[in-house]
């Protein structure tokens, strides 16, 4: 079992020809295994993208229907018929316009006081930020509910906004901090040397340095927004300002559900975090590997 | 003038300009997290429906919650289900990403493949899992049954449908995957290779070396579940509500009906709190232990 | 068993009356069912509601139908009633606010304790009237009818009763229905059966003569009463209170002080309940029977069930508009000791916190009024809550559905209007589940039960 990316020569020194063949066999063990892995992962998704191209009849075959025999849309038809999902997903494209931009400006503005700055407090502070993570959401539940009520803001969109502008999640924090911290001093230093005030340096030098982890957050913020679910239930009541995750649980009636519509629909919902990501496979990846997972 | 409220030393500047940055998250912090939880701790001894009067009650509500069979069935299967998925996650995504961890052709589309789940939202996995995991005609039990295996009734039976989560939640196995493939590359060669030398097989190799390296990742991660566990709510609210017969009646789901279904807010945030002592006390636990084998640091490698 | 997404939904199974005929709309948007409004008159209807315009008030009306959703007919029905409305009072306007069934209730109560309330509930179950209403969620509409002249009484007094709390009404009910038996007449004739079944005993004979096994799996199930959650599934939207009445059980004192849902005649009825479904190998396989034979629909819109009990209207509005409908008929529902039936009420309900108490109320009454309940009972067939409107109504006299279910109206009943209703519900279910599930005896499934709802409506009875 190799762990390491840049495996050494030496281990042929140690291993002999018995070992050799060995090796072959636990080769092939992985093969397997990543095979079978890969099966798991990926049946379901092909079961989901096959079953929204299904007529109701081949459906309910009593066999499994590995592909679509005759090929339909009228799922997709149906699914529009019977929720508006295009206004659930408009809806929810609004406010990801307002939280990823706001999350991103909110939380590289912490992450910079915690990474690159100097003051009393600060290391206990980020212990504190960190210990924010493990806080179960619903005990604040309540509480928000009540104050969000008193300022009117049920059924409106501010109460899925607002935490955007507060720094966010704070692992996002946490994620940016990493990497900044990985920023060499002398650039900073180098700046203020000529002059440059700390609003300029974390704009002009910082932040275009943090591309990769500013792409990874950008993409974090906006999937968990797309597949939030319980802000929006707890917020919104209007069909009007719905937001897809949560339109599509109401996709269903007391006589039951028009399955392969609302697995086409499904297939819908979870297509634009699917496409976002392959877009933006590179700097994801980068922005995780770079901050590690050491902190 | 403002200048003049500027401190003057470069410490004091970097202090305010300090303070300038993170005052979102101060504000945050003030707003929507320790305003909120002394909310939330004072409703707990109130009894306050939305549409009345608050009115203190004292211990009332927590005395209540004791004898409340549901609020108990619910940490029960909260806790029993945390404790079933914990360790299958870890073990499950740490061994994935051992199987991955070494480049090979196509080893990123390997790892997108066993990442896309976790892309999928609760709502979404749970319109799916209703599907696949829909009694005998469901395509797990079809797939099943191409084996000779009469599956179980999954979300239908009071005794598989946590474990039905248990299995929804493995699915996501990448996230984890993601997190260990980070820190087995931060693993230095040079200490494998010292292993080697040494005549050390494969599995003392990870077991002495690997495995010592990663403790942080693995206790981090220990961590992220044990919160997410605690919080599972959108498959329960979407999927089963709670069924059958209650078994899956997890604390967060049992306060939102508390809260959004009976408005019984002062009771609900005193089931809140007594969750979030559970969730103190289990992470406490966690860490505990988890610094008595975590490996911290590497000194001495050379 | 209801089939949605998952299984045993507790909040999905809290599906009532309302709900029923909500989802009836939306099983009629799966098919191509013939609509009752033609393509023609549901253009001219929305294009009347959009020409309304800039009135001095504005009140939301909020239900679970839509008037956009093509076949739904209740919908367009209600739109076609807000712009009579409209026609009738020049200075309100009526905007159409809809929320889909499954949510409806909690977005309305979550509306309403957040500050964000409509101003007329136009579609609510008399099972949840009370508890809002004990909540303080809705404005009793006494001092208002009294102000207004209106008489309560020429409204069913039954069909009252059930919005009331404390004394006071809390909506008015324009429509109500009863309970009864459909039967599959083509799986009767198949088995040569002549007559549906007047007792629980002959019900349970009968269905065994008409469950057809492929292998060892049942592919129809001629009648189970109840299957987990209450849902439509094997056994019928019937849930154990009609068992429990058809029994001789009563789950309420008259006082409504005492709980007696452990009454030894609803054990004994859930009790038969449970050997009928372990007879079909118990919850969990009726669950996968139900998965498949349902399609997921109702059980007996597939002809997998060939017995049911369902409110009028299930026929004309579900089975009819199903993809491919089976021929049903109608009779009373079997029962054991006593004949007894179960009616569903919906109201027009006021949520406190609307800014235009008066002009909400001007809706509730013309919903209730005798021009809007003949108008739905000619176009939906629904039964008025005014009694006195049933002889003028001619289909009422033909169509064999609504001959059966008036009837019956002699023999029904209405779930207790407790002030803790949602929970006399929740408990009542849950205690089911646990004993189709065998996770406890009825007994001390019932008992539970009793000690919950008796310690719930304890907690009101000692702060009024």
Redesign the interface.
């Known amino acids: 079992m190799q762990s390491s990316p840049t495996v050494s020569p030496l281990s042929d020194v140690v291993t002999g020809n018995r070992s050799r063949a060995q090796r072959r066999l636990r080769s092939v063990g992985r093969a397997f295994a990543l095979t079978v892995v890969i099966l798991l992962c990926l049946l379901p998704v092909w079961y989901l993208l096959s079953t929204s191209f299904m007529t109701r009849d081949q459906f309910f075959q009593p066999d499994v229907q590995w592909y679509p025999d005759p090929f339909t849309l009228e799922n997709f038809r149906r699914a529009f018929r019977i929720v508006p999902l295009d206004r659930y997903a408009w809806n929810t494209l609004q406010i990801e316009l307002v939280v990823v931009p706001a999350t991103l400006i909110s939380a590289s503005m912490v992450a910079y006081a915690f990474a690159r700055l100097r003051w009393p407090g600060r290391d206990k502070l980020f212990l504190v930020l960190l210990a924010t993570l493990m806080l179960p959401p619903q005990v604040t539940l309540i509480p928000l509910y009540v104050i969000f009520r008193h300022l009117g803001w049920i059924d409106t969109w501010i109460p899925l906004m607002l935490p955007a502008f507060l720094g966010g999640n704070p692992f996002y924090i946490f994620l940016i901090r990493q990497f900044m911290k990985g920023i060499p001093a002398e650039l900073s230093d180098a700046a203020r040397l000529d002059g440059a005030g700390e609003l300029r340096v974390f704009w002009s030098i910082i932040l275009p340095l943090c591309k990769p982890v500013l792409a990874a957050v950008a993409i974090f913020t906006f999937i968990a927004t797309w597949n939030d679910f319980f802000n929006p239930l707890v917020y919104l009541q209007s069909e009007a300002k719905k937001t897809f995750a949560l339109g599509l649980s109401s996709f269903t009636s007391q006589y039951g559900t028009d399955v392969t519509a609302l697995l086409a629909a499904t297939t819908l919902g979870v297509l634009p975090p699917i496409l976002l990501f392959a877009f933006a496979l590179r700097y994801f990846v980068e922005g995780i590997t770079f901050s590690g997972t050491k902190g | 003038m403002l200048t003049a409220l500027m401190p003057r030393t470069n410490?004091g500047r970097?202090?305010m300009?300090?303070?300038v940055?993170?005052?979102?998250?101060f504000?945050?912090?003030a707003?929507?997290?320790v305003?909120?939880?002394f909310?939330?701790l004072y409703?707990s001894f109130t009894d306050y429906?939305?549409?009345?009067d608050t009115q203190w009650i004292g211990l009332a509500n927590y005395r209540e919650l004791l004898e409340d069979?549901r609020f108990i069935k619910s940490l029960k299967n909260t806790a029993y289900f945390t404790a079933l998925s914990i360790p299958l996650s870890l073990i499950a995504s740490l061994?994935?990403a051992?199987?991955?961890?070494?480049?090979f052709r196509g080893s990123?589309l390997?790892r997108?493949?066993?990442?896309?789940?976790s892309?999928?939202?609760?709502?979404?996995v749970?319109?799916?899992?209703?599907?696949?995991f829909?009694?005998?005609?469901?395509?797990a039990n079809?797939?099943l049954a191409?084996v000779h295996i009469q599956g179980p009734?999954w979300?239908?039976?009071?005794e598989w449908?946590k474990p039905t989560f248990v299995i929804l939640g493995l699915?996501g196995v990448?996230a984890g995957m993601?997190?260990f493939?980070?820190?087995?590359?931060?693993?230095p060669?040079h200490l494998?290779?010292a292993a080697?030398?040494d005549?050390a097989n494969?599995?003392q190799?990870?077991w002495n070396?690997?495995l010592p390296m990663i403790s942080?990742?693995i206790l981090?991660q220990t961590?992220?579940l044990l919160?997410a566990s605690?919080?599972v709510?959108?498959l329960t609210?979407?999927?089963?509500?709670?069924?059958?017969?209650?078994s899956t009646l997890f604390t967060?789901y049992y306060?939102?009906q508390l809260?959004?279904?009976?408005?019984d807010?002062g009771y609900?945030?005193a089931a809140?709190?007594v969750?979030?002592l559970f969730?103190?006390a289990t992470?406490a636990l966690v860490l505990l232990i988890g610094s008595r084998y975590v490996h911290?640091e590497f000194d001495g490698a050379n | 068993m209801k089939s949605y997404w998952g299984k045993n939904f507790s909040r999905r199974s809290v599906l009532q009356r309302g709900g029923q005929i909500a989802a009836a709309a939306g099983i009629a948007g799966l098919s191509s069912q013939v609509s009752r409004f033609t393509p023609e008159a549901r253009a001219e209807i929305l294009a009347k509601a959009k020409a309304y315009q800039d009135r001095p008030v504005t009140i939301t009306a909020i239900q679970p139908v839509s008037p956009t959703a093509t076949s739904d007919d209740y919908g367009i029905a209600f739109q076609e009633v807000y712009n009579r409305f409209m026609d009738a009072y020049p200075e309100i306007g009526v905007e159409f606010a809809y929320s889909p069934w499954e949510e409806y209730t909690q977005a309305l109560s979550v509306a309403i304790g957040g500050g964000n309330a409509p101003d007329v509930a136009t579609w609510i179950d008399d099972q949840r009237i009370p508890s809002l209403a004990a909540n303080g969620f809705l404005r009793s509409v006494d001092d208002l009818a009294a102000a207004d002249g209106m008489d309560l009484g020429e409204i069913d007094p039954i069909a009252l009763s059930s919005n009331t709390f404390a004394g006071l009404a809390y909506g008015l009910p324009y429509y109500w229905d009863d309970r009864i038996f459909y039967h599959n007449t083509d799986h009767f004739a198949e088995a040569g059966i002549t007559a549906p079944p007047t007792t629980w005993e002959e019900a349970v004979a009968m269905g065994e003569e008409l469950d057809v096994k492929d292998g060892d799996t049942y592919s129809r199930i001629g009648y189970i009463p109840l299957s987990p959650s209450g849902g439509p599934g094997a056994g019928g939207n019937s849930y154990l209170f009609l068992y429990g009445w058809q029994n001789g059980g009563s789950f309420v004192s008259d006082d409504l002080t005492t709980v007696t849902v452990n009454d030894p005649a609803i054990v004994e009825a859930l009790a038969w309940c449970v050997e009928v479904s372990d007879m079909y190998g118990g919850a969990e396989e009726q669950a996968n029977f139900i998965a498949n034979a349902a399609r997921g629909t109702n059980p007996f819109l597939t002809g997998s069930v060939s017995m049911m009990t369902q409110p009028t209207g299930f026929g004309v509005g579900s089975v009819n508009g199903s993809e491919s409908p089976v021929n049903w008929a109608v009779s009373a529902s079997p029962y054991n000791t006593t004949p007894a039936t179960w009616s569903g009420v919906l109201s027009a309900a006021l949520p406190v916190g609307s800014a235009h108490p008066e002009e909400s109320w001007e809706l509730a009454k013309f919903m209730a009024s005798p021009e809007i309940q003949t108008y739905f009972a000619e176009t939906l067939s629904w039964i008025p809550t005014r009694r006195a409107l049933w002889d003028a109504i001619p289909a009422f006299a033909t169509d064999p559905e609504l001959i059966v279910g008036l009837e019956e109206f002699s023999n029904t009943n209405i779930r207790p209007p407790l002030p803790n209703s949602q929970e006399l519900w929740d408990e009542i279910l849950r205690a089911s589940d646990a004993a189709l599930y065998h996770q406890a005896s009825p007994q001390e499934a019932l008992d539970r039960a009793n000690e919950i709802i008796q310690a719930g409506l304890d907690e009101y009875l000692k702060n009024s």
């Not at chain 2, 429906?49 to 009345?52: E, F, P």
Request: hydrophobic residues 55%; charged residues 5%.
């Open positions: 410490r970097e202090t300009m300090a303070l940055f993170a005052s979102p998250w504000v945050g912090m707003v929507l997290v305003g909120p939880f909310m939330a409703y429906r939305i549409m009345g069979d061994a994935v051992l199987l991955v961890s070494k480049p990123t390997v997108t493949t066993i990442y896309l789940p892309l999928f939202g609760g709502v979404f749970a319109a799916l899992a209703s599907q696949v829909s009694g005998n005609y469901g395509l079809r797939l191409y009734q979300l239908a039976s009071p449908s699915w990448g993601v997190l493939l980070a820190a087995l590359q931060s693993v060669v494998i290779e080697i030398v005549g494969s599995l190799r990870f070396v690997t942080p990742a981090f961590i992220l919160i605690f919080q709510f959108t609210y979407v999927l089963t509500s709670g069924g059958p017969a209650d967060v306060i939102y809260s959004f279904q009976k408005f807010m609900a945030s809140s709190w969750l979030l969730t103190f992470t911290y």
